[in-house]
C-alpha cells in the first residue's frame, strides 16, 4: 500500500506551502483524489510531491506564469494520453491521427519555449549594453 501524506506534510517535503499545494490542486495541476469527500482531509502521495517539486522547478527555470505551466501541463498530459492510444493502435491511419493529434501540442509547448527563451535573450542583451556601457566610463575615467 501507498503510505498517503497530509497536506501539511506534503508542503513540508516539497518545499511549498500548504496554500501552494491547495492552488496547484484548484488549477488542475495536481490530481484530486475523486473519493475525497468535500471538506473531509486531503491526503497526497509521494507521486503528488515529486509532481509538486518537477511543477516548482519547471515553473523557475522556465519563468513561467501559472497560465503557462497550466498549458504545458496539459499538452503534456493530451501527449501521454497520445501515447497511450499509439500503444493500442495498429493501423497507420489511426497512428497518423494520432501525429496530426501531437503536432499542435508539441507546437505550442515550442512557441511559450520560444517566447520564454526571446525575453531572456533580450534580457541578457540589456545587460551585455550597460556592462559594456560601464566599461568604456570605466576606461575613460582610468
Known sequence: MTSTLRIGEAAE????????I?????????GRDPA???G???VYTEADVARVQELIRMRDLLGLSLDELVEIVEAEE???AL???WADSASDDERLRIIEDAIPLVERQLELLK?????LDEFADELSGKLRSLKT????LS
Open 83 to 85: 501515447r497511450n492510444r
Open 78 to 80: 493530451a501527449r501521454a
Open 115 to 119: 517566447s520564454r527563451r526571446e525575453k
Open 13 to 20: 517535503r516539497a518545499g511549498v506551502t500548504t496554500r501552494t
Open 36 to 38: 475525497r469527500e468535500k
Open 137 to 140: 566610463r570605466r576606461r575613460e
Open 40 to 42: 473531509s482531509h486531503r
Open 22 to 30: 491547495r492552488y496547484y490542486e484548484e488549477r488542475g495541476l495536481l
